[in-house]
């Protein structure tokens, strides 16, 4: 039986191409993950709106395979509402929920990040305010950039090497940073987190990479799992608190 061991439900975007497929890569065995989908036109504040109407009916759907955690997908459409969002996913099915943006957070806190510079795919505004969210959760974020796009379906055809590169480009120029964060769970990064971590020097945390993490500290499995960053290369304890 798949998902002997623990069944991880996520509901994406519907033009997600990317997270369901970095878990898969680099799960324990017997760790199972079961999707739902939500249509979202645009990766911007309106299509996000109209896509969370949908939220208790994928939920549901996703509940159904009888998971132990329902992972929310989409960083930039919980700002504001990452706590609502839970709520009502726990309130329709039962089942505890974790969202990605959530999931960063407490990735975050874990690498005890403190200056944080964010490399996304998103645009100049995005990444200002998702900057301005994190600077509300504590950390100082002390740079940022990103591909200035907005279709999610773009961001999973860019190859890994473009984060690669682009996290780089960004470790070199934020002054004093300590954290390379690379947000949006549409692109490939599993990859090159740990060239990353060697070529940079920095802590370095992905939305797929944290939202992994989370999710199977949520349903108690503990392993390491080696090669996709320090992150996931240490045990998680099963009885720590759910971010």
């Known amino acids: 039986m798949y998902g002997w061991r623990a069944r991880i439900g996520h509901v994406n975007p519907s033009p997600a191409t990317v997270g369901q497929e970095e878990w898969r890569l680099a799960a324990p ?37 009888r998971v132990g955690v329902i992972v929310q997908c989409s960083t930039l459409a919980a700002i504001g509402r990452e706590a609502e969002i839970r709520d009502r996913i726990e309130t329709a099915t039962g089942v505890p929920a974790l969202t990605v943006l959530g999931s960063m957070v407490a990735a975050l806190h874990e690498l005890d990040a403190q200056r944080v510079a964010l490399a996304s795919p998103y ?38 090497h473009t984060f690669y590169r ?43 990479q944290a939202a992994l993490w989370n999710a199977l500290r949520a349903v108690g499995v503990g392993e390491p799992v080696r090669g996709f960053g320090r992150l996931l290369d240490r045990k998680r304890p099963a009885d720590r608190e759910r971010a």
């Open 123 to 160: 645009t100049d505004e995005q990444n200002e305010t998702l900057a301005a969210y994190l600077e509300e959760q504590g950390f100082d974020v002390v740079a940022w950039r990103g591909l200035d796009k907005v279709a999610s379906i773009e961001f999973g055809s860019e190859e890994p």
């Open 166 to 208: 682009l996290g780089r480009d960004l470790a070199a120029a934020a002054q004093g940073a300590d954290t390379l964060l690379l947000s949006c769970g549409n692109t490939r990064t599993f990859e090159v987190l740990e060239a990353l971590e060697w070529d940079t020097g920095l802590e370095v945390a992905s939305s797929n």
């Open 29 to 65: 065995a017997g760790v199972a993950f079961v999707g739902s989908r939500y249509l979202m036109e645009q990766n911007d504040r309106a299509s996000h709106d109209r896509m969370l109407e949908e939220l208790e009916r994928a939920a549901l759907e996703v509940a159904s395979a």
